[in-house]
């Protein structure tokens, strides 16, 4: 008896399988890149008492709104008395005036910044919490 021979797989099917593949996941990857390119920054800061989610809008030079939400360790929402941002340049060591944040809701405050140049700055948040409890809070973000 003659042993039976599988068809040989030719390129073409191979070559149009990986086309196929990549066209997929190009699909598939281009909503998740759109819905990322808001020309915002993002960064999550945290401590042993307190976190913060950070987002600076645009995040490139010029004019800027930062955007804070506090939460505890558990994720639940902080309430804290005054927030304060502080950013210093990381290649210069220039260093701008604190701001007072504003608040906008139980765990949401907001700065506008006037003027952001380009680079690596280091992002400080002052949260008081109470009379006695402060925590200080830091982060490198970049400004396109």
Do not use: C, Y
Not at 25 to 52: E, K
Not at 73 to 101: C, F, I, M, N, Y
Request: aromatic share 2%; proline share 6%.
């Amino acid at each position: 008896m003659k042993p039976i021979k599988a068809p040989m797989t030719s390129r073409r099917t191979i070559t149009g399988l990986v086309l196929g593949a990549a066209a997929l996941l190009s699909v598939a990857v281009t909503p998740l890149a759109a819905a990322t390119d808001d020309d915002s920054f993002f960064t999550h800061l945290h401590t042993d008492q307190a976190m913060a989610n950070v987002t600076v809008s645009p995040g490139r030079a010029g004019p800027v709104e930062i955007a804070i939400q506090l939460e505890t360790t558990d994720e639940a929402p902080l309430t804290a008395k005054a927030v304060s941002v502080t950013l210093v340049e990381a290649q210069t060591g220039r260093k701008l005036a604190p701001v007072e944040a504003l608040r906008d809701g139980e765990d949401s405050w907001h700065v506008k910044v006037a003027q952001l140049t380009p680079g690596r700055w280091m992002l400080g948040l002052g949260i008081s919490i109470s009379e006695a409890d402060h925590v200080s809070i830091e982060s490198p973000i970049l400004i396109k």
